[in-house]
């Protein structure tokens, strides 16, 4: 049973460029949330999504950042126009239900923007 | 606002000794409460969970500690090995809040041989 699948694990962007991050859930999960973790910090919340609604965007920047888990297909996680200090890794959760399930990491993709 | 917080920022410690690794979190509304273990260049993986009706939990080498009244928590690793050595984070989950996950900063365990 394959864990969750994120890719690419290491991309690199200019300054204004758009960065697409992907995350496959686990088999049997249909809530995934994304996590961004700056350098020598803990992991923050960025967004809950089911598939085809965003149950949560609390934790996202209202500007440049979107997110979609479509009804087929991975997740997306969009940055428009990277700046450097979007430079993080992020990390990708899958539950198979909500509110106190497990949540699964995925490995990360780690972004730099040059 | 609410936050998860932890004591100690590193914590060495002798292969085959415990280990012990504190957090502090300061939302009541939590009811549920994970570790993970991040290795360098990987992401968070599962360690062990417990929910607040409940105030120890044990798996394989760890127990979890939940004391309520003072909101802490902790993790205990018995005979702690070179694998063990990563940062640890724990993470609350609001019952308010959906299913976000709130993390402290992280303790990084270092083993020495």
């Known amino acids: 049973n394959a864990g969750v699948m994120q890719n690419p694990r290491h991309l690199v962007r200019r300054r204004g460029q758009e960065a697409r991050l992907r995350c496959s859930p686990m088999?049997?999960?249909?809530?995934v949330y994304w996590y961004r973790q700056l350098p020598e910090e803990g992991l923050k919340f960025m967004v809950y999504?089911?598939?085809?609604?965003?149950?949560?965007e609390s934790g996202m920047p209202k500007e440049r950042f979107s997110a979609e888990f479509p009804k087929e297909g991975p997740s997306i996680l969009r940055i428009q126009q990277v700046v450097r200090g979007d430079s993080a890794a992020y990390f990708c959760?899958?539950?198979?239900?909500?509110?106190?399930?497990?949540?699964?990491f995925g490995p990360g993709t780690r972004l730099t923007v040059l | 606002g609410e936050s998860v917080g932890l004591h100690l920022p590193t914590l060495s410690v002798q292969e085959g000794d415990n280990s012990i690794i504190n957090c502090a979190y300061s939302?009541?509304?939590?009811?549920?409460f994970i570790w993970y273990k991040q290795e360098s260049g990987k992401g968070p993986q599962f360690i062990i969970d417990?929910?607040?009706?409940?105030d120890k939990r044990q798996g394989q080498r760890v127990t979890v500690l939940l004391n309520k009244t003072v909101k802490h928590l902790s993790l205990q690793i018995a005979a702690t090995q070179p694998g063990d050595s990563a940062v640890y984070f724990c993470?609350?989950?609001?019952?308010?809040?959906?299913?976000?996950?709130?993390f402290g900063q992280g303790t990084e365990l270092s083993v020495k041989p």
């Open positions: 993470a609350e989950n609001p019952y308010n809040q959906g299913g976000k996950l709130i």
């Open positions: 959760a899958s539950s198979r239900l909500t509110i106190t399930d497990t949540q699964y």
């Open positions: 417990i929910r607040s009706n409940m």
């Open positions: 088999k049997g999960h249909s809530h």
């Open positions: 999504l089911q598939k085809e609604n965003i149950i949560d």
């Open positions: 939302n009541s509304a939590s009811d549920y």
